[in-house]
């Protein structure tokens, strides 16, 4: 049996899946909420952002990996406009009904598939950009997925990853002061739960830095990755291309 990491403690495989399920279960009614609480809405810029880079055109096709409530797949589908397609997936079912439910109420109809990041049901050379937003962290196998993402890729298109990332120095002390006292004690006030928020904030330092993951990129199988530093490092948008 392997070991990865929970957070900062180190678990079986097996269950950092039901652990990971069990956080996002159970945050899944106050996820837009908090998001907006944690990041004083500047998570709505981080997404523009992410989907501006993108250089998705209309009538192109883009997969939204572990795309919860939909985000991305809403700025997506105003850039694909009604010739194009996008699919949102989400390994949790809690999540995917928020985000189901949400295109629905803006009007869009677009495939929802429930499905492992791991594991994507499409076939290779599909899909014009694929894209995953604040989910790679929590995927256990983080290699396997960006694998998955690039052969699910056309030649020339591209993925895009927007993830908390390595904060530059000087703001590191405020940082886990925010991360570690701050957070848990919103996450208990908004959404009656310390635990998941305190494992949102392990989760975020035990993620690759942005070196690391732009060659974890590489290694996938992708060209020309390139990252861009949001916030002072809070977050960082990469991307790369097939070639």
């Not at 809405?41 to 919860?68: M, N």
């Not at 290699?143 to 530059?168: H, N, Q, T, Y």
């Not at 392990?202 to 949001?230: C, D, W």
Request: proline fraction near 3%; aromatic fraction near 10%.
């Amino acid at each position: 049996m392997t070991d990865t990491h929970f957070g900062f403690e180190t678990v079986a495989e097996e269950e950092k899946s039901r652990r990971v399920a069990g956080v996002f279960t159970s945050v899944a009614g106050k996820y837009d909420v908090m998001n907006d609480l944690m990041s004083a809405g500047l998570h709505r810029l981080w997404k523009r952002f992410a989907v501006g880079i993108s250089g998705v055109r209309a009538g192109q096709r883009v997969l939204d990996v572990a795309g919860g409530s939909a985000d991305l797949s809403r700025l997506f589908l105003k850039e694909t406009g009604s010739n194009g397609q996008v699919v949102l997936t989400d390994i949790n079912s809690a999540m995917l009904r928020v985000g189901r439910d949400r295109l629905l109420d803006s009007g869009y109809t677009t495939p929802v598939t429930q499905c492992d990041a791991e594991h994507l049901p499409f076939p290779d050379n599909y899909f014009d950009c694929v894209s995953i937003a604040f989910g790679l962290r929590n995927v256990t196998h983080k290699d396997a997925a960006l694998i998955e993402m690039c052969r699910v890729l056309k030649p020339g298109g591209c993925v895009i990853v927007l993830e908390f990332s390595k904060i530059a120095k000087p703001l590191e002390k405020a940082y886990d002061f925010y991360s570690f006292k701050l957070l848990p004690k919103i996450g208990q006030l908004v959404a009656n739960d310390y635990d998941s928020y305190r494992y949102l904030a392990e989760s975020i330092r035990m993620h690759p830095g942005q070196e690391e993951l732009k060659q974890m990129m590489v290694a996938a199988g992708l060209s020309r990755v390139e990252y861009f530093n949001l916030t002072g490092g809070v977050v960082a948008v990469h991307r790369g291309y097939k070639f």
